[in-house]
């Protein structure tokens, strides 16, 4: 997947171009690849080795390297088209007020046939990152191609265990970050067995409630710098979520993560609103019945039942 990756950069048409390999300790021979693509392509391809410390810390880890006027990032189990820089590039030099450039994401299950529509939302065109943001990650790191300034400006990768690309973006939004929409496919995302680290199939653990709170208190965060209205539907439907997420932690005992996350969902919820009461009689349940007891006892009923997922914004 690494020689494919690296061979869908160097099958760009635009020039010139760097790539900078980040091998995050990897066990297999991944560290033998990446030296042989540099030896291959001497003034094109770089890589370093880092001990394993996730995917932040590992683009992270490139950021002193750059020497590009613009940027991309790519997974290792992702692809280019062959045009992506050519056309982002000149959309970018047409549109000087905008920091990042993103077109259509091809999506490849690991079973079945390509997808023919745009993943997610890389299909619809949006000048902002915000409010959509806020709830949902509506596109992938491989769709945009980013300004250097912006690249800058937005410092460093967290190290979130998981959704530190969500993290990131939503940094981006909060700079006030405009789009130009590219209306092709310019890169295509592979789902596949082969260790991939992604939100959604993460378990269900006491560390993932941890990291998501972590997530959470940045997305909120960030959506309040970008300015993004009290009474906005994204904005409710994360105080529904950071709800879900209270009683998750408290079906567990992680009170400080609860108390967190129902801070959260207050915060976000317009005065008056369902979230704002729900989380006032939720912390009076626990008070009466204990933190675990009323965690579990309204999962349980939660599971009888429909509710929003994390992609919709409907009651």
């Known amino acids: 997947m690494l020689r494919e990756a690296v061979q869908s950069v160097l099958g760009q048409t635009y020039r ?10 990897s066990t297999d021979d991944t560290p033998q690849a990446a030296e042989a693509l540099a030896r291959a392509h001497p003034e094109i391809v770089r890589w370093v080795r880092q001990e ?5 810390p590992a683009r992270e880890a490139a950021r002193p390297l750059v020497q590009g006027e613009y940027v991309q990032y790519l997974d290792s189990d992702d692809l280019l088209r062959a045009e992506k820089f050519e056309v982002q590039v000149a959309a970018l030099r047409a549109h000087p007020e905008c920091g990042a450039a993103y077109g259509y994401i091809c999506f490849h299950p690991k079973v079945g046939p390509t997808w023919e529509k745009p993943f997610k939302k890389s299909g619809e065109t949006r000048s902002t990152l915000f409010p959509w943001v806020l709830v949902e990650r509506w596109w992938n790191t491989d769709a945009p191609l980013y300004r250097r300034s912006v690249y800058d400006a937005v410092g460093p990768w967290r190290d979130l265990t998981s959704g530190e690309d969500w993290e990131y973006d939503a940094r981006v939004g909060a700079l006030g970050t405009r789009l130009v929409h590219c209306p092709q496919f310019v890169c295509d995302q592979r789902r ?3 260790g991939q680290v992604t939100m959604d199939v993460q378990p269900l653990t006491v560390d993932s409630l941890k990291n998501k709170t972590r997530l959470l208190e940045a997305l909120l965060t960030h959506a309040d710098r970008a300015g993004v209205a009290q ?30 996350c129902l801070e959260l969902a207050r915060r976000a919820a317009a005065p008056g609103s369902g979230a704002t009461r729900g989380t006032a009689l939720f912390r009076y349940l626990t008070k009466a019945l204990g933190l675990r007891a009323a965690g579990r006892m309204t999962l349980a009923v939660e599971k009888t039942k429909s509710r929003p997922g994390r992609f919709t914004l409907t009651d």
């Open 192 to 194: 596949h067995d082969n």
């Open 231 to 260: 009474d906005a539907a994204q904005r409710q439907h994360f105080a529904r979520w950071a709800f879900a997420e209270a009683r998750r932690c408290a079906a567990v005992g992680l009170a400080d993560e609860f108390d967190r």
């Open 52 to 56: 394993n410390r996730g995917p932040g």
């Open 16 to 25: 010139p171009i760097e790539i900078i390999i980040v091998d995050d300790g």
